[in-house]
């Protein structure tokens, strides 16, 4: 085995000096040909990689410089106090900047670290790890820079922060930028993408929405990850540029996979997709093996450096890699057209699928993890498998970025022209690829360099390793809205290099067989007049629009959150602990400091026991269980939100409160009818009525026209 492994690394490296040097002789006989000198050909190229990538770091710079004038419009950060900047960070936002502002307050950055992996000032009776837990590598990278680069002097931290988010954000555009131009050869394609990418900005990212989550630091990784895979996957590419590709996707898969709890799944689907590759022949089996061996090593690393995350040993992502590894022995002969090697191949594929499967079972059953089970349980009603009354997989069906996209997702991709266009590159490509993996079956070997008059885009391995990915993710997106922020975004890429490459319309005018008009002139013009037209028609309708955005002062105040803060602040004991919805546990743990009961923290079963425990102060509950529910937590003061106990939902039944009586069985359902029944009223009502026995527990001390609060008295007394 190690010798076959020295021999094909032998190869390689053959195969890679033949190509350095046979390359400059075929570009020179080439270019004899043409009447043009080496040296102009030199300029030209540095020319060309000189203005693609000033435009791909002009295009993320606009951008970061875009969102951040955005957000100050939307915000007006400049002129708030710090109080009102802190309140925008909302739910788990707010959790995650908390612990950043904690760092910097820690009298050095060692103790600081230690208090945040033995928290015990958050949550109330629980010590976490939360770097662990809460994936906070964004925020150790984050305070480090801070205080390193010597800014307390220069900026706030708050400003350093989000700034922090925006240039990754900036990188993530021309990482897509970088993708596009690679796999088309123009950086007008890489344009393009950046186009459709902010214009269709509600789709492509939630940058708006939420600044510190995971998915803001992690994702741009990913995109550098893919646009170095696309180059290394590249045929006849020189030594340098395939060493570089290599250690940009070792480097980049490594950090997307510490910043991101979630990341080892997306990199599954990843995986899945060079599986598929890999199992027609398609690209260089040495290169698709590399790349597995550097997910196993940031597995094993990641493993080690999150403080032996079990959630990492369990993953399907570990047990494909093994599988795939373990079953390679039988691609020895499988690039030979007999009959034995079609043989190998479904063996190998039902092989690796069989191996997976039971290897990551075995790990489940041996291993002891924390895995989200709560998330397999959510697949199970979500695909319709089973029916729950539980509050907690309910509300998280109820969530939008769980449930189907709607029809606006659609119509405002078609709006902008991408979801078309890329319908059109994904058949095109599409068809190639299926001819191509037929003709590979038939034992038709792949040529080693495809040129523009042949019109076999499917040959390029890059090509068909994005049109497997965004199939795949486009079913994830179909099935879960939260996910079209992964798929949109590789959409704007695949369309705008379809449309930007001629090889793209030279294989489509192959099927036509064109004779009136010369097919590869007309590819040329095409490959620059239509993304020209777009790009024309995009300015027109999309850019005012953009620049209204950008000059429309909006307005984000919310006083009675600062009201209740403020009274926090001063009138609430140091040591006291408040219960209330998660949501604004977060916000009240960011901006006063105080302990809180319960997170809006989604990955921890005991955390989402607590939740809905402590949302039962919404449900038709006595006066006693809520008392000895919030007792059970060690809470001092209780918060209602009206927003909650009154609230309105686009959705009946999505409610928090109707979510609580189904749970609690005082919903009955019968014929398509619901009966409610409960001997009490709803607690968030009764307690504002101040009579017994809820005065006995509870004593209002503060409310305004948004929150009601109670201290949970300690003392209980029984007089009417």
Not at 542 to 568: G, K, N
Request: glycine content about 4%; hydrophobic content about 45%.
């Amino acid at each position: 085995m190690s010798s076959g492994a020295a021999d094909l690394r032998q190869r390689k490296k053959e195969n890679c000096t033949e190509s350095d040097k046979m390359a400059p002789e075929d570009r020179n006989k080439e270019n004899s040909k043409l009447g043009r000198s080496p040296k102009y050909m030199l300029i030209q190229r540095f020319a060309k990689l000189f203005f693609g990538c000033l435009a791909a770091v002009t295009s993320g710079m606009m951008y970061a410089v875009y969102l951040s004038t955005y957000h100050e419009r939307k915000f007006w950060f400049s002129s708030r106090q710090e109080l009102e900047r802190e309140i925008t960070f909302q739910g788990d936002s707010a959790i995650y900047y908390s612990f950043y502002k904690e760092l910097l307050k820690a009298p050095s950055f060692e103790r600081g670290v230690y208090e945040l992996t033995h928290n015990n000032k958050t949550i109330s009776l629980k010590t976490i790890n939360a770097v662990q837990q809460m994936t906070l590598y964004p925020e150790l990278i984050a305070s480090v820079l801070y205080q390193a680069s010597g800014s307390e002097e220069v900026i706030e931290p708050v400003y350093f922060y989000i700034g922090i988010v925006f240039g990754l954000q900036g990188i993530y555009v021309t990482a897509l930028f970088v993708t596009s131009w690679v796999m088309s050869g123009t950086w007008l394609a890489g344009m393009l993408t950046v186009a459709w990418f902010i214009i269709n900005r509600t789709d492509t990212t939630r940058i708006d929405y939420s600044i510190p989550s995971r998915e803001n630091w992690a994702l741009p990784y990913f995109a550098c990850q893919v646009a170095a895979l696309t180059g290394y996957l590249k045929k006849n590419l020189n030594c340098s540029a395939e060493k570089f590709c290599y250690l940009l996707v070792n480097a980049s898969t490594y950090t997307f996979m510490m910043m991101w709890e979630y990341s080892h799944y997306l990199l599954f689907v990843q995986a899945v997709s060079l599986f598929l590759l890999d199992s027609f022949a398609l690209a260089q089996r040495e290169k698709v093996h590399e790349v597995y061996r550097i997910y196993l090593f940031s597995l094993i690393v990641g493993y080690l450096l999150q403080f032996e995350n079990s959630a990492l040993l369990v993953s399907p992502l570990l047990s494909l890699v093994v599988a795939l590894m373990l079953s390679k022995s039988l691609q020895m002969n499988m690039n030979k057209s007999t009959f034995l090697s079609r043989l190998l191949k479904i063996m190998y594929i039902y092989l690796v699928l069989t191996v997976a499967v039971t290897l990551n079972f075995l790990l489940k059953m041996f291993i002891p993890h924390k895995e989200n089970e709560h998330l397999l349980k959510f697949i199970e009603v979500k695909l319709g498998l089973n029916t729950t009354k539980n509050f907690t997989m309910n509300w998280l069906l109820c969530q939008e970025s769980l449930q189907a996209p709607s029809q606006d997702f659609f119509l405002r991709l078609t709006q902008t022209s991408l979801l078309p266009f890329y319908i059109l590159v994904l058949i095109i490509c599409l068809f190639s690829v299926t001819q191509v993996i037929f003709r590979r079956i038939c034992g038709e070997p792949l040529k080693e360099t495809v040129k523009l008059e042949d019109g076999r885009i499917g040959e390029r391995p890059e090509i068909v390793y994005h049109v497997i990915h965004t199939i795949l993710l486009g079913c994830l997106a179909m099935c879960l809205e939260g996910m079209k922020y992964l798929w949109t975004p590789y959409v704007c890429m695949l369309a705008a290099f379809g449309v930007c490459s001629p090889e793209l319309w030279m294989t489509l005018f192959k099927w036509l067989r064109l004779k009136a008009v010369h097919p590869i002139l007309l590819a040329l013009i095409l490959s620059m007049a239509v993304p020209t037209i777009i790009g024309f028609s995009l300015w027109k309708e999309f850019f005012p629009r953009i620049m209204t955005e950008l000059t429309e002062l909006q307005e984000f105040y919310d006083p009675d959150t600062v009201e209740l803060m403020t009274w926090i602040k001063r009138q609430a004991p140091v040591a006291a602990v408040f219960a209330g919805s998660p949501q604004l546990m977060g916000v009240i743990k960011l901006c006063t400091g105080w302990m809180v009961s319960s997170l809006p923290l989604y990955n921890d079963d005991d955390l989402l026991k607590r939740n809905e425990n402590i949302y039962q102060i919404y449900s038709k509950r006595s006066a006693e269980d809520i008392y000895k529910i919030l007792t059970s937590y060690k809470a001092n003061f209780l918060v209602i939100e009206d927003s909650i106990c009154n609230e309105v939902g686009p959705v009946r039944g999505c409610r928090v409160k109707d979510l609580l009586d189904i749970a609690n069985g005082h919903v009955v359902c019968e014929e398509g009818d619901n009966y409610a029944y409960s001997k009490y009223g709803r607690f968030c009502h009764e307690i504002k009525m101040n009579y017994s026995p809820y005065v006995n527990y509870f004593t209002r001390v503060y409310w305004n026209r948004s929150y009601f609060v109670y201290r949970i008295n300690t003392v209980i007394s029984f007089q009417s």
